[in-house]
């Protein structure tokens, strides 16, 4: 586990593909649990560690999550997020480029629990909610394209169905429209970078997550 960040009201971790945020149905160890037994641990806590969880991202999806060491900070946290007052920025690659170099998408998402899957629309539906980001093509590769968004709302899967709707699925997921699998199981979207006030002690906190190291398109992309 890649502590990228902590203080004693918020730790920040670099969550791998494939892990959980939080427990779920198929009742694997989720990150919430293996983070509460770090710190545990590592100040040698007795009883029970609080470890709120304030947002999640999707199993297949690696990058920055951020945890509430205190409910001070649970409860600031959780309406920081909720007023977009936590801004966050992802990496995605694809292998379509982008029809435009840099766009804001506006789409209208419903999702459905049956299949775990969200659908986009160019116009409002009964049920669907608004879903808004900006993207921007970063750099490409003769096969790969990086792409980066910052999310203007959170809502279901949105990165992964809104770059679907431009032709332009995420590399890896076959879920929205990707032809081939990442031997990972993972696909190629990352929580890069997160940026907002601390909600106890007003400064600024801004950090970027690692590149996988397992994978060297990231890296190839990057150092374009």
């Not at 779920?24 to 590592?42: F, H, N, R, Y």
């Not at 766009?103 to 049956?114: A, C, Q, V, W």
């Not at 049920?127 to 709302?153: C, M, P």
């Not at 600024?204 to 398109?217: E, F, G, H, R, Y």
Request: a positive charge.
């Amino acid at each position: 586990m890649e502590v990228v960040y902590e203080d004693n009201h918020i730790i920040i971790v670099n969550k791998a593909p494939g892990e959980i945020v939080q427990g779920d149905k198929t009742g694997d160890t989720p990150l919430s649990e293996t983070v509460a037994q770090w710190i545990k641990e590592k100040y040698s806590k007795p009883g029970n560690v609080f470890l709120g969880v304030v947002h999640r991202l999707d199993r297949p999806v690696g990058g920055l999550v951020v945890f509430a060491k205190t409910s001070k900070a649970l409860s600031r946290l959780n309406e920081m997020f909720r007023n977009g007052d936590v801004h966050k920025t992802y990496w995605a690659i694809s292998r379509n480029k982008p029809p435009k170099e840099e766009d804001t998408l506006t789409h209208y998402i419903t999702s459905t629990e049956k299949n775990n899957k969200s659908y986009a629309s160019l116009t409002p539906r009964p049920g669907a909610k608004e879903a808004r980001l900006l993207y921007r093509h970063l750099t490409s590769t003769d096969r790969y394209h990086l792409i980066e968004v910052n999310l203007l709302t959170g809502r279901k899967h949105q990165i992964r169905v809104q770059l679907s709707a431009i032709g332009c699925p995420i590399r890896g997921d076959l879920k929205y429209g990707d032809k081939r699998s990442n031997p990972d199981g993972s696909i190629s979207l990352l929580a890069r970078h997160i940026e907002f006030i601390h909600p106890v002690s007003g400064k600024q906190i801004s950090v970027t997550a690692s590149l996988p190291a397992d994978d060297n398109l990231w890296n190839a992309l990057s150092a374009q």
